[in-house]
């Protein structure tokens, strides 16, 4: 794995940092060595997504982009959603990368409890896309990874729902001083 950043100085010594389980290998490097995957992950803030992917653009042809962005703004003692043109910063992406089969992830995951391996993080992440084998790709990495359960929900459509529900997560956690997380009931 390969942690893009405009300077490669500092992901080096941010993925020198982590301490990886399982096989592999994690390193840093420039947001174009990141594209240079197969999966590539986005996680910018919302208003600088759009420029990041589209400087990359031509090497993040054909792969699986997911984008885990949330476009929210801080009003008051709440995180309140914006909606962008295309309705979602995920719509967005796709639109700045056609190319590119872009997925929306991990929007709702608290950074605290995903830092933490002592965590007892039991989360479920919600997928969408319009690629279905972008989604499946997206679920076997979620799959993969401990403390979460991935839940494809289905087209790139209802990626502004999942996105501004984010907003709805965060402001719970700041009302309630809490680091919550979604599990949905009901599924097998
Ligand atoms: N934090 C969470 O709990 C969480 C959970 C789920 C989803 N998200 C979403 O994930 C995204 C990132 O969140 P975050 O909390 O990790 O944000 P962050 O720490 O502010 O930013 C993440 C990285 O984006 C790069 N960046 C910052 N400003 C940039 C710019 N103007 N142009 C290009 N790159 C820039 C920086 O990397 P370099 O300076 O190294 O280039 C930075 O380390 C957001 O859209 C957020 O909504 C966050």
Not at 19 to 34: F, K, P, Q, Y
Request: negative net charge.
């Amino acid at each position: 794995m390969i942690l893009g950043s405009r300077d490669a100085q500092r992901a080096s010594e941010t993925a020198a940092g982590l301490t990886l389980i399982g096989s592999g290998s994690v390193s840093g490097g420039t947001n174009e060595d990141a594209a240079d995957a197969d999966v590539v992950i986005v996680a910018t803030p919302w208003d600088s997504a759009v420029a990041t992917v589209k400087d990359v653009k031509a090497r993040l042809e054909g792969k699986v982009v997911v984008s885990m962005v949330n476009a929210l703004q801080k009003q008051g003692r709440e995180l309140v959603p914006l909606f962008p043109p295309r309705g979602s910063m995920a719509a967005e992406i796709q639109a700045a990368v056609p190319g590119a089969r872009v997925t929306g992830a991990y929007h709702h995951l608290p950074a605290a409890d995903m830092e933490n391996l002592d965590s007892d993080l039991n989360a479920d992440v919600v997928i969408v896309g319009d690629d279905a084998d972008a989604r499946r790709t997206t679920v076997e990495i979620t799959d993969a990874m401990s403390g979460l359960r991935a839940v494809e929900a289905g087209s790139l459509a209802l990626a502004g729902a999942v996105e501004s529900f984010t907003a709805v997560c965060i402001s719970i956690n700041i009302r309630h001083k809490a680091h919550t997380y979604v599990r949905l009931a009901g599924l097998a």
